[in-house]
């Protein structure tokens, strides 16, 4: 159905909407909640690790820095994220991002949410509020008065080209989202070709790269599994993040490769001898035979809800030949 506006000289228009460009995945039926492994000290059963890795743009990606600059003809341009003078990926970005990835597809709460969504979801979904009873999204990532066991370093552009570009007037959720009375489920905005509009924002282009480290502290072999599958790299579930501004008109699709994990060893030895050898570097085929055996884990089959997955991997799927609206949506 289309919406209306108004015209000039008191009369009413009609423009279409365009399909929406995002989708819903479901809340689970419950939230699992249990005592967090914690930072005091290492634990046997749990592994630690560092992933150095990269990421790919597979569309231009804006994050705003809230800076306006004044372009060469005097035009404002909402200006991109900087260290110093290199243009970057908050390590924030992206461990929202993937924490979002990892509550939407296991038993976790809904956190960092609105005011008017927070009354509209029922209260055992509300963040966890106690710090020694987590669900796994909250364990992993933090929450209120827990520090989590991931970290997620600011990503530096390595290779390619910081551009001008000029992408479509976004606007608030209508009214309707506003005065939501039941929450559908979490919201994915899809893959697609990009829309192009008025706005100008500074952007990295397609195919620039940046580098990719996380420290992992303290997770279970299950949590890693839950970790890669959030990351896209599910065998049966592959799909790409999204990411930064402008996500509704196809910008800020990502690709994070791994390229090595360093395991760091729990032994006594590593804190009571002075000459401990370097953390042991799995890369290629060793690489992506432990990444399997982590989401193939049977713990980490508990730990995901299959159909929520198979939800969000359908909507996060890449390629999609879809066109972002221009528009109104």
């Given at each position: ?5 108004r015209?000039?000289?008191?009369r009413r228009?009609?423009?279409h ?7 819903f995945?479901p809340?689970?039926e419950?939230v ?13 059963n749990?592994i ?10 597979l569309?231009?990606?804006?994050i705003?820095?809230?800076v ?8 404002l ?14 390590g ?10 990892v509550?939407?597809?296991?038993a976790?709460?809904v956190?960092?949410?609105?005011s008017q969504v ?9 963040e966890?509020p ?6 796994v ?18 990503a ?6 910081i ?10 959720p ?6 939501m009375r039941?929450?559908?489920g ?19 282009e ?8 996380m ?27 999204k ?5 509704p008109?196809?910008?800020?699709s990502?690709?994070?490769?791994i ?6 060893e ?10 401990v050898?370097?953390?042991a ?19 980490t ?6 159909e929520?997955l ?11 030949e ?8």
């Amino acid at each position: 159905m289309g919406q209306y506006q108004r015209g000039g000289y008191g009369r009413r228009r009609e423009e279409h909407a365009a399909p929406k460009p995002f989708a819903f995945v479901p809340l689970p039926e419950r939230v699992n909640r249990s005592r967090p492994a914690g930072h005091d000290k290492f634990q046997t059963n749990h592994i630690s690790g560092q992933i150095q890795g990269k990421i790919s743009a597979l569309s231009p990606i804006h994050i705003g820095s809230g800076v306006i600059d004044i372009g060469q003809d005097g035009e404002l341009i909402k200006t991109a994220v900087r260290t110093g003078e290199n243009v970057v990926i908050p390590g924030s970005s992206l461990k929202g991002a993937i924490r979002s990835v990892v509550e939407a597809i296991s038993a976790s709460c809904v956190s960092k949410v609105s005011s008017q969504v927070r009354r509209a979801i029922p209260r055992w979904f509300s963040e966890c509020p106690q710090k020694d009873n987590l669900c796994v999204a909250c364990r992993m990532f933090g929450a209120m008065g827990f520090q989590g066991n991931i970290s997620i370093q600011d990503a530096p552009k390595t290779e390619g080209n910081i551009v001008t570009k000029r992408v479509p007037e976004l606007y608030a959720p209508g009214r309707g989202q506003r005065n939501m009375r039941e929450v559908p489920g979490r919201k994915f905005y899809m893959h697609g070709k990009e829309a192009t509009g008025n706005t100008p924002v500074e952007a990295c282009e397609k195919d620039t790269q940046f580098r990719f480290v996380m420290q992992v502290d303290n997770l279970k072999q299950s949590e890693w599994g839950l970790l890669f599958t959030a990351l896209g790299h599910h065998p049966n579930y592959p799909f790409k993040l999204k990411i930064g501004g402008a996500k509704p008109v196809c910008f800020g699709s990502i690709d994070i490769q791994i390229d090595e994990i360093k395991v760091q060893e729990q032994t006594r030895t590593r804190y009571l001898e002075w000459d401990v050898a370097q953390d042991a570097a799995m890369t290629g085929e060793r690489l992506e035979t432990w990444k399997l055996s982590c989401v193939n884990n049977q713990d980490t089959n508990r730990l995901i809800q299959q159909e929520l997955l198979a939800e969000l991997a359908q909507i996060l799927k890449y390629p999609n030949e879809r066109n972002c609206p221009a528009g109104l949506y």
